[in-house]
Every structure is written in structure tokens, then in C-alpha cells.
């Protein structure tokens, strides 16, 4: 069984947009490859990838209840498709881009870079 889902966007300057769900209200602002939002929710998000590869990355945070459920843990998602060593090259230098841009901590960086190899060893 489906769902119905509501949610409509504005434009609000170049790169600034309005966005408006049934939950919530949020505000994003970005160029391509790169994202940053956040919602009356409290929830945030932030994504970067490279345009027109299909390879991003992207990293929510905070606060989600819905009817007396847990709040969401934070989701972090990688997306992949192609070739495996050319994506794990790609995939190394968008994180290093990450770190470079100051979304990702050496911790962070040092960790996704170890499950990336980790993952691919094992392919």
C-alpha cells in the first residue's frame, strides 16, 4: 500500500530555495555539487558530489520524531554506480574534497577513507 506525499519548492534567489512539506519548513542553499539545508525540524542536511557522475554524498542530522517513535539516527549515505576501482578512486577524492572543504573531520576522513578500501578489498 502507498502513500501520499506532499511537498512543494520555491525558488527564493539564485542558489536559495524554500522548501515546504507537510511536516516542515526548510531552507536550502547550495551551487551544483554542493548542499547545505535545514528544517523547521531542527533536522539538517549537507551534500556534495560531482554533477553529472551519479556520486554524492550526503549527511543528515538531528531531531526526527513521528507519532511517539525514536528520533531517526543520523543517516549517512554513499551512492555508487560503474566501475568499481574508477568509483573507489572518485569516491576517495570527493571525500578528501569533503575533508579539504571542512565537512568532514580527520576523524571522519580517516574512517569513511578505511570502508572504502574495506569495502573494495573485498569485492
Known amino acids: 500500500m502507498g502513500s501520499f506525499r506532499f511537498r512543494r519548492s520555491f525558488k527564493i534567489a539564485p542558489g536559495i530555495r524554500l522548501n515546504v512539506n507537510k511536516r516542515s519548513i526548510g531552507l536550502s542553499a547550495g551551487v551544483p555539487g554542493a548542499r547545505v539545508s535545514i528544517n523547521s525540524d531542527g533536522r539538517s542536511t549537507r551534500s556534495a558530489g560531482v554533477p553529472g557522475t551519479g556520486l554524492y554524498y550526503r549527511s543528515q542530522t ?21 566501475e568499481p576501482d574508477a568509483l573507489r578512486e572518485l569516491h576517495l ?7 579539504a572543504g571542512g565537512i568532514l573531520t580527520d576523524q571522519e576522513l580517516a574512517d569513511k577513507t578505511a570502508a572504502v578500501l574495506g569495502e573494495h578489498a573485498s569485492s
Open 62 to 82: 538531528g531531531p526526527r520524531t513521528v507519532l511517539g517513535r525514536r528520533p531517526a539516527r543520523p543517516v549517512e549515505r554513499i551512492v555508487l554506480a560503474g
Open 93 to 99: 577524492a570527493q571525500l578528501r574534497s569533503l575533508h
